[in-house]
């Protein structure tokens, strides 16, 4: 049985972890814009490539595009934390 | 050519009518996405209703930076969500040529089924109309029997079933008598 009071798990000297919040929001913004522009990639192709109506497909490709960069900036403008 | 058709026209071939699933079905698959996008601006009431949370609710402020941030990712995850469904719910169709019926499912990206029956091998064409609603609005499922390998199309959720049923009755009546079948 140990006589001593637990002490706290501390990271060997020289080793240090720094994480803000506002790094970590940026990184969940950039994976979370990452995988968004595959998905759009993927859903535009299909659009492109199997809707046989350019009328219909251009329209809702530019309408996500916008509304996504419309969110995306709301999205940024929340993560310039000091 | 970048736009190229979902699949090959014969010579003279005409398309007749597309069929889609019936608008208001494809508004009900965006009801839950409505939901979610609704649901980060309700929580901090909803958090205030619930006597222990409610010091909860005063943490979510979307005019600070963190949780703006969190909802504006939340909101591009759920609109991307509900492009996707207005993606595949464009991708499935039946078109009606005068020659055949084409049924275009799409099951996911890159999962696609292209299957078509010559109107001359139709040998049945059933619709069912089930429900107050879906009687008021004219909304059914269509189910075509052929006689090839494929036994049977199909097309649940459509508007007109039976006029579209009509249409194809007499597009294979016609054919039949061209073919001599």
Redesign the interface.
């Not at chain 1, 709301?74 to 934390?81: E, H, P, T, V, Y």
């Given at each position: 049985m140990p006589d001593q009071p637990l002490q706290p798990f501390a990271l060997p000297q020289g080793i240090s972890i720094h994480l803000s919040?506002g790094s970590t929001?940026g990184w969940?913004?950039l994976l979370?814009f990452l995988i968004?522009a595959v998905?759009?990639l993927?859903?535009s192709y299909?659009?492109?490539?199997?809707?046989?109506?350019?009328a219909?497909?251009l329209p809702?490709i530019i309408a996500?595009l916008a509304?996504?960069a419309a969110?995306?900036s709301?999205?940024?403008?929340?993560?310039?934390?000091p | 050519m970048i736009f190229s058709p979902a699949f090959e026209l014969e010579s003279g071939e005409v398309v007749i009518h597309e069929a889609r699933k019936h608008w208001l079905l494809f508004v009900f698959e965006l009801l839950p996405y409505a939901i979610l996008a609704i649901i980060p601006f309700a929580l901090p009431g909803f958090l205030r209703l619930v006597g222990p949370l409610s010091p909860y609710a005063d943490l979510i402020n979307y005019g600070e930076p963190l949780p703006r941030a969190v909802l504006g990712i939340w909101l591009l995850v759920v609109w991307t969500s509900a492009w996707g469904a207005l993606t595949r719910y464009y991708l499935n169709l039946w078109i009606l040529t005068d020659r055949r019926i084409v049924e275009i499912t799409q099951y996911h990206y890159f999962d696609r089924e292209v299957s078509s029956v010559l109107l001359n091998r139709v040998q049945d064409v059933t619709t069912e109309v089930k429900g107050a609603l879906f009687s008021l609005l004219d909304i059914g499922n269509i189910h075509v029997q052929s006689a090839g390998a494929v036994d049977e199309f199909h097309m649940n959720g459509i508007g007109s079933p039976e006029a579209l049923r009509d249409i194809i009755l007499k597009k294979a009546s016609e054919n039949s008598k061209t073919t001599g079948v």
């Open positions: 919040a929001i969940a913004l979370v968004w998905y759009t993927v859903a299909h659009w492109i490539r199997y809707s046989h109506a350019p219909v497909a809702a996500h509304v996504s969110l995306m709301f999205a940024l403008s929340g993560a310039l934390l | -």
